[in-house]
């Protein structure tokens, strides 16, 4: 039995917090009955679950893509105001995937693609402390207090950032060119940040997530991740999801680090420390 979400994020239907809004909005039916509360499993064998009246079958194959996504590109499925999206860019992709999070219509780099609602769930949720780096070029000189302040945490939206890296990497025609990794992902985080120290990003570009590299790929270009790419995403598993335990598997020692990871998860983000 799975729940009814993450059957619909595995076939690739959308995400698994997408895919609770279509059930939310009545569009999805398991065994010819709408189902619009959260929680109902269904038997991937014997349940017959439709999507606007469609079947839904969870037999296809994952696809992981790395895409470098340009600027003007709004990071969505489709969007109603016409803008392009970037699923523009990929077309040539039989399989329905969606993008893993976002980045905004304003900055250019690294953006994964999947159909896998597992591996988009590990990457998205915050306990999962995702590393991500930028490359901002922002206005004007920065001095050393400025990037000790952004390394430290600086208030956006009325909450300190977590602790970032952050590096001067050059100069631009604007500036400073600045290396900053972060483990969070707030709307707009980056350029809020620099905001807050008194700088405007001019460009902003995703160089790296979750250990993957844009190297090289050309703008608006697009490749399938290799298998050593993707054996290192589904590690994040490991590193701090609760995925085992709430499938109630043996999980011994992993299981204490899970317990701490989220202490300190539930600590950082100031939650109540309630498990979904
Ligand atoms: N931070 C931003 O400001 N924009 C992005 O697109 C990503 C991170």
Redesign the pocket.
Known sequence: MVRLQKYLADAGVASRRASEKLIAEGRVSVNGETVREMGVQVDENYDIVEFDGEVVRNTTKKEYIMLNKPVGFITTVSDDKDRPTVMELVSDISTRIYPVG???Y??EGLLLLTNDGDLTYRITHPKHDIE?T?VAEVTGDISMDTITQLRRGVEVDGVKTSPAQVEVVGATQYGTKVEIT?HE?RN?????MFEAVGCI?KK?R?TREAGLNLGHLPLGKWRKLSESEINMLKKIDIEGSNKKSRKGRAFDGTKKQFKAHSRNSNRKNNTTGRKR
């Open positions: 976002r980045l905004d304003d900055t991500k930028y972060i992902g707009r985080q980056v350029r809020k990003v902003l995703r």
